[in-house]
């Protein structure tokens, strides 16, 4: 069909309006097109020459600064200092070998480890630094920046490191940091990438361990620029790294510090615990080490030592060291019969020495026996005769029932790497461990804390101080973190009998306040600071008819491993108790002699909160308790530091 004029028209002014849009788009597009090129040409053309030559953008890893840890009170258990060190860079010297020697003039340096390092510039990168010496003093730090000129490749830095600034005092509650181990990421699964930086530390044990993810913090990130050789260029930017939470434990710094000072010398574990929350304040194991030994590379010999020590100062015996609880355990079952119905305060044992259940006779301390004896004088006097009958009423069910409601035989979650749950025997135990029926002896022996049952001084002290509360007290270690509290249920109570308990606290009070009890030359000349405990002796051997007929051998007689264990638990003050302690000296002898006194120190030390005046003391024992306490170890608590900055390195 032929178009009009009119069509032809309207048509080429449509045309002419597409093409001037058509155009406008071609223009600007070409303009954007030229400012982006001379952008990138002209603007940016020093970096795309650097990228030109292979470079590339490399994320490296910050490590984050590990969180402290404190006391109740403020004090810093575990903090970072600084700490100086030397690196080379090969690629800043000639000759490799002068430095060095100047070096090992300057500073002393192991000829050994020197080899190892040599071969280790050798074996990497030439820019790739390398630490030669760790731990400088700040005068071998100061000589080697005096002779920097003479000193090509070698660059004096700054680091941190973990400190324990009380020593070997919380080496059992703490623990210590070390280099990731080689398998530690297939042993816990951590696959933080935190753990590829070199000399990156983590916590091994203990605290350190337990709350290793609060205390790691998170780490950052920088972004760098590196050529095709791994050469870093220039860091473009970097996201910091958060450090870690700081942890306020329930241990008191003095109080662990007086523990510690006084099992000095002695094979030990002790716990103190809150009667009121059951925070731990004191958990210490004697001997103790150093924790900072190994922040570091440990010697074989050092290390060798420790474990080579017949007092195992690895072990953690208050938590992880388990023992026949001995007469400590009478408590346990003298509630068990009193819960049950099975005695009366006024229900009466004769004690001649030894009973004689089937065709075995058991025999108690005190060989020519206590006569006739009542609950109260039964524990007061700690007679075994009075328990081996009691124990037959009862039954190890029952008694076994009664000691987990006490807290033995239980693993509590702390954040400690060991924490032993000990033995509650009962007759299906036995058959399923030993494929034989549970017979009357078995009970005797478990009524006096020996046989198969076995408890660690945590658990000892759970048990005291749910006696002395009447209160189901969880142990606890933990006060805060990063400030905030925290949280704990009130303990129920134990649904025990409040007579009962007041019957069991009252023999326990005349332990150490009768002149009879076991442990009366522990007693507290005031009434204010009363204690109430219990002795226990744990045999670690047999003895035989013959020795008995011919009489027990001491044991100062005896090769130190062959001597009994000494135990004491106690609780203070009696009439309002705050804190109840659990004493074990392994080897020691009798518990009276040796834990008792160690306890009543401990429970006098958490009650006036300093060095025991000796007017607490019975008089014929002040004299000798000054001297004691003027030579032991005792440190000066350091200041609490003013706020979270100036106590980080």
């Known amino acids: 069909?032929?178009?009009?004029?009119?069509?032809?028209?309207?048509?080429?002014?449509?045309?002419?309006?597409?093409s001037v849009i058509v155009g406008g788009l071609f223009v600007g597009t070409s303009a954007v097109l030229a400012g982006r090129m001379r952008y990138l040409q002209v603007e940016r053309a020093e970096d795309f020459r650097l990228l030109a030559e292979d470079n590339r953008i490399s994320i490296r890893v910050l490590p984050p600064e590990r969180g402290l840890i404190f006391d109740r009170t403020g004090v810093l258990l575990a903090g970072n200092e600084p700490i100086y060190r030397i690196t080379f860079v090969r690629e800043d010297v000639d000759d490799v070998d002068i430095v060095l020697e100047r070096l090992s003039q300057i500073v002393t340096l192991d000829m050994q480890a020197l080899e190892r390092t040599r071969a280790e510039i050798f074996a990497v990168r030439p820019w790739v630094p390398v630490t030669i010496a760790d731990r400088l003093s700040w005068e071998e730090m100061s000589s080697v920046a005096v002779n920097a000129p003479a000193l090509p490749g070698v660059?004096?830095?700054?680091?941190?490191?973990?400190?324990?600034?009380?020593?070997?005092?919380?080496?059992?509650?703490?623990?210590?940091?070390?280099?990731?181990?080689?398998?530690?990421?297939?042993?816990?699964?951590?696959?933080?990438p935190v753990l590829s930086i070199p000399d990156f530390q983590v916590g091994l044990l203990n605290v350190e361990e337990g709350l290793e993810e609060t205390l790691r913090g998170s780490a950052g990130t920088k972004r760098v620029e590196v050529n095709a050789n791994g050469r870093v260029m220039r860091e473009l930017d970097r996201d910091p790294a958060i450090a870690g939470g700081d942890l306020q434990l329930t241990v008191d710094a003095g109080l662990q510090n007086y523990v510690e000072a006084r099992l000095a010398g002695e094979s030990a574990g002790v716990v103190?615990?809150?009667?009121?929350?059951?925070?731990?304040?004191?958990l210490a194991s004697a001997p103790s080490y150093d924790p900072s030994i190994f922040t570091r590379p440990l010697s074989s010999v050092i290390y060798n030592g420790l474990l080579t020590d017949p007092y195992r100062p690895l072990a953690n015996k208050a938590s992880q060291g388990l023992y026949p609880p001995g007469s400590t355990y009478k408590m346990i079952v003298a509630l068990a019969a009193l819960e049950g119905g099975f005695i009366t305060p006024e229900d009466t044992v004769r004690c001649s020495g030894s009973i004689e259940v089937g065709n075995r006779r058991f025999h108690c301390w005190r060989r020519g026996g206590h006569g006739r004896m009542n609950l109260l004088e039964g524990l007061s006097q700690s007679c075994d005769v009075f328990y081996y009958e009691l124990a037959q009423s009862v039954g190890i069910e029952n008694i076994s029932a009664m000691a987990l409601r006490l807290g033995c035989g239980v693993s509590y979650e702390l954040p400690l790497s060991s924490v032993a749950q000990g033995l509650v025997p009962t007759m299906e135990w036995k058959r399923q461990r030993y494929g034989e029926d549970w017979v009357v002896?078995?009970?005797?022996?478990?009524?006096?804390?020996?046989?198969?049952?076995?408890?660690?001084?945590?658990?000892?002290?759970?048990?005291?101080?749910?006696?002395?509360?009447?209160?189901?007290?969880?142990?606890?270690?933990?006060?805060?973190?990063d400030g905030v509290r925290a949280q704990r249920d009130e303990a129920p109570d134990l649904g025990l009998d409040p007579e009962n308990l007041a019957?069991?606290?009252?023999?326990?009070?005349?332990?150490?306040?009768?002149?009879?009890?076991?442990?009366?030359?522990?007693?507290?000349?005031?009434?204010?600071?009363?204690?109430?405990?219990?002795?226990?002796?744990?045999?670690?051997?047999?003895?035989?008819?013959?020795?008995?007929?011919?009489?027990?051998?001491?044991?100062?007689?005896?090769?130190?491993?062959?001597?009994?264990?000494?135990?004491?638990?106690?609780?203070?003050?009696?009439?309002?108790?705050?804190?109840?302690?659990?004493?074990?000296?392994?080897?020691?002898?009798?518990?009276?002699?040796?834990?008792?006194?160690?306890?009543?120190?401990?429970?006098?030390?958490?009650?006036?909160?300093?060095?025991?005046?000796?007017?607490?003391?019975?008089?014929?024992?002040?004299?000798?308790?000054?001297?004691?306490?003027?030579?032991?170890?005792?440190?000066e608590t350091p200041p609490v530091p003013s706020g979270r900055e100036p106590s980080r390195a």
Not at 1 to 18: C, F, L, N, P, V
Not at 158 to 182: I, K, T
Not at 272 to 282: K, N, P, T
């Open 503 to 635: 019957l069991v606290r009252q023999g326990m009070w005349r332990v150490t306040n009768n002149s009879r009890g076991t442990a009366y030359r522990s007693r507290v000349m005031s009434e204010e600071f009363t204690i109430a405990g219990k002795t226990g002796t744990s045999q670690v051997r047999n003895i035989s008819p013959a020795e008995r007929v011919t009489g027990v051998i001491r044991n100062a007689d005896l090769p130190w491993e062959r001597r009994d264990h000494a135990l004491f638990v106690g609780f203070a003050p009696f009439d309002n108790p705050r804190y109840a302690v659990s004493v074990i000296v392994e080897h020691g002898g009798g518990g009276s002699a040796v834990a008792a006194p160690i306890g009543r120190d401990i429970l006098l030390r958490a009650q006036v909160g300093d060095v025991p005046p000796s007017e607490l003391y019975p008089v014929s024992q002040r004299r000798g308790i000054e001297e004691m306490h003027r030579n032991l170890p005792i440190r």
């Open 441 to 481: 002896g078995d009970t005797l022996n478990a009524s006096i804390g020996q046989g198969f049952v076995l408890s660690s001084p945590l658990q000892l002290a759970v048990m005291t101080a749910r006696i002395a509360s009447g209160r189901a007290l969880v142990p606890s270690l933990v006060l805060s973190v």
């Open 155 to 192: 660059n004096p830095e700054v680091g941190l490191s973990r400190a324990y600034p009380m020593g070997a005092d919380f080496a059992h509650v703490v623990g210590y940091v070390r280099n990731v181990p080689e398998n530690y990421r297939e042993s816990t699964g951590d696959s933080d």
């Open 272 to 282: 103190v615990i809150d009667c009121q929350s059951g925070e731990i304040q004191a």
């Open 1 to 18: 069909m032929k178009r009009t004029q009119k069509e032809i028209e309207d048509s080429a002014r449509i045309i002419g309006r597409r």
